[in-house]
């Protein structure tokens, strides 16, 4: 039985709306104005409100902002004797469903009803495939990935601001994605900010937009993540490698629920749930002086940690079988050397390892059951290139260089042994460490790493 809200000022209004939406079996509170109306809310689970425009007090389209912001989900049908086209167009581009004038209509008011519902249940039903969808996502019977799988079930219904840990490779995003799919935002977007992949100088402008002519390339005027996760779940990705200058600036929005463009003066109010990640330790970096504690502490209100593969090594069959499938192949067998292998191996790239493995046995494998041999051959890397032994991923002696000299020496040595580890392509590296490749090349150009640095070490 659907339940339905009348708020309207009219005694007589009120009464006779109740007694035909109670004729057609559904359940109906009534409300003399907008303050009474909300607090039913706040209280009775309510599918559809049918709101007056003109009421004392709290006006009819400030009442409907609010239950848009609050309760996004139900459905709102505006109705009032003194309607006008502009007043329709305002509230429906403020989320009505539905405008309707007195005197009102019995069969109007029906069908508009009907349909709203209807289109409630759509929703409803719409937000429930996406939930299963995400949940499915994480796979695993394993103790550890259960413990994970009701913390999301938990974090979900709230808008708690949640820290998700864990190495590369184990899946942070997929988690975040259940979250929010998990949520009553889930019909809102969910915005995604790799914060180690966008450049330092280039941060605040992509979280927080900017206006025309903020700075040099700003030809337009542009809305940041935060604007465009308006409604949803901004989720904030390798947290750890954000500068603190655009730290303070993140823990003031989530401070005040405001921001401001860069080159702007108007100030923006935002309704975002934010979701951070990290590999790092934030508290060790907390005091290192590398990480803002206050934000810390903010972001920090709900932890989930997601354990490393090799911790949970049960799930690594079940993992591999779900990557297999979803890539075509419905049968395979492994020989018991083999799975020996996968269970042992020690899975640095975690689950995303585990399925580039997949990949290639999809595109590589011949067909048979898979020994040992061959799955050593498909977990080395698919037959790359091999990083010659001479070449050190870390410089000799880069304690004694100052911080400067030394963040360039690794950044160099870095960057030269992954651009040859992937072949010399920028678009495999860049995707391997997490970055643009247009950031990745622009790296690449500062320290004369190139094709003939392939050569050399050949």
């Not at 409100?49 to 309760?71: S, T």
């Not at 901004?234 to 401070?255: N, P, T, W, Y």
């Not at 269970?343 to 898979?370: C, D, F, K, Q, Y």
Request: include cysteine; glycine fraction near 8%; aromatic fraction near 6%.
């Amino acid at each position: 039985m659907a339940t339905i809200l009348v708020i309207d000022d009219e005694p007589g209004i009120r009464q006779t709306l109740a007694s035909i939406l109670k004729d057609e079996k559904y359940r109906v509170f009534t409300a003399e104005d907008a303050i009474v109306g909300l607090d039913i809310l706040n209280k009775e689970k309510i599918d559809l409100v049918m709101l007056d425009v003109l009421l004392p007090g709290l006006g009819g389209l400030e009442a409907l902002e609010r239950m848009r912001q609050k309760w996004p989900d139900k459905e709102v049908v505006m109705i009032s004797g003194h309607a006008n086209i502009d007043m329709a167009v305002r509230a429906v581009k403020k989320g009505a469903f539905d405008f309707l004038e007195k005197p009102l209509s019995l069969e109007k008011i029906l069908t508009v009803c009907r349909n709203a519902l209807a289109i409630r249940k759509l929703r409803e039903e719409n937000r429930n495939l996406k939930r299963a969808t995400a949940r499915s996502e994480i796979i695993g019977r394993s103790e550890a990935i259960n413990r994970v799988l009701e913390l999301v079930r938990q974090a979900a219904d709230s808008d708690a601001r949640i820290l998700i840990t864990g190495e590369n490779g184990v899946g942070k995003e997929v988690v975040a994605r259940a979250i929010h799919f998990g949520s009553s935002r889930s019909g809102r977007p969910f915005i995604e900010v790799n914060c180690a992949a966008i450049p330092e100088t280039l941060i605040e402008s992509e979280l927080f937009g900017h206006e025309k002519g903020a700075f040099t390339d700003a030809v337009s005027s542009r809305k940041g993540r935060f604007e465009l996760a308006d409604g949803g779940t901004l989720f904030l990705d390798e947290i750890g490698d954000m500068s603190l200058s655009a730290q303070s600036k993140v823990l003031r929005v989530i401070q005040e629920q405001k921001i401001e463009r860069l080159g702007g003066e108007k100030t923006i109010e935002t309704d975002v749930r934010i979701i951070a990640a990290s590999n790092k330790n934030l508290e060790k970096a907390c005091g290192e002086g590398m990480f803002r504690q206050d934000l810390f502490f903010r972001l920090n209100v709900i932890p989930i940690h997601i354990p490393p593969l090799r911790e949970r090594t049960g799930d690594i069959p079940i993992l591999l079988d779900h990557f297999l499938k979803g890539l075509g192949i419905e049968e395979f067998k492994l020989e018991e050397d083999a799975l020996d292998l996968l269970l042992s191996h020690n899975w640095p790239g975690n689950v995303r390892e585990l399925r580039n493995v997949a990949i290639r046995i999809a595109v590589m494998h011949s067909g048979g059951s898979i020994s040992a041999q061959e799955l050593t051959r498909l977990i080395d890397k698919g037959g790359n290139t091999q990083v010659p032994s001479e070449l050190q991923p870390l410089p000799s002696g880069l304690l004694d260089y100052n911080f400067g000299e030394a963040k360039d020496l690794f950044e160099k040595s870095y960057l030269e042994y992954q651009f040859i580890k992937n072949n010399g392509i920028i678009s495999r590296t860049a995707e391997a460490i997490g970055i643009y490749p247009s950031n990745l090349h622009a790296k690449l150009k500062k320290f004369g790493i190139s094709a003939q640095t392939m050569k050399e070490h050949q």
